[in-house]
Nanobody, 121 residues
Framework: QVQLVESGGGLVQAGGSLRLSCAASGTFFKVNVMGWYRQAPGKQRELVARISSGGSTGYADSVRGRFTISRDNAKNTVYLQMNVLRPEDTGVYYC???????????????WGQGTQVTVSS
């Protein structure tokens, strides 16, 4: 069974930094795109950043220049370095991974359990 396990959330003051990690575990053939989403109270879940298996990245306008997504393919792990955090970055951050379970299967969408990030002003 495939699992995405996140770590690294917490409480930080505005202007501070946090680093999130998400590791894919279980039995699978390949991890394709991985990404981070967030959901603030009363709002819809939104894409924060994503990275392909080849290292191509994309960011939401609100975080570009402050957040950096990276991955270690050997460890099936994706990271999100968050700098110059703002109160509006507060929310539950979810890891997403698009995985092929077998060589012949299609791509499936998998989610982590979420980790809380709170930025105080």
């Amino acid at each position: 069974q495939v699992q995405l396990v996140e770590s690294g959330g917490g409480l930080v003051q505005a202007g501070g930094s946090l680093r999130l990690s998400c590791a894919a575990s279980g039995t699978f053939f390949k991890v394709n795109v991985m990404g981070w989403y967030r959901q603030a109270p009363g709002k819809q879940r939104e894409l924060v950043a994503r990275i392909s298996s080849g290292g191509s990245t994309g960011y939401a306008d609100s975080v570009r220049g402050r957040f950096t997504i990276s991955r270690d393919n050997a460890k099936n792990t994706v990271y999100l370095q968050m700098n110059v955090l703002r109160p509006e970055d507060t929310g539950v951050y979810y890891c997403n991974g698009q995985l092929q379970v077998t060589r012949w299967s299609g791509q499936g969408d998998y989610w982590g359990q979420g980790t809380q990030v709170t930025v105080s002003s």
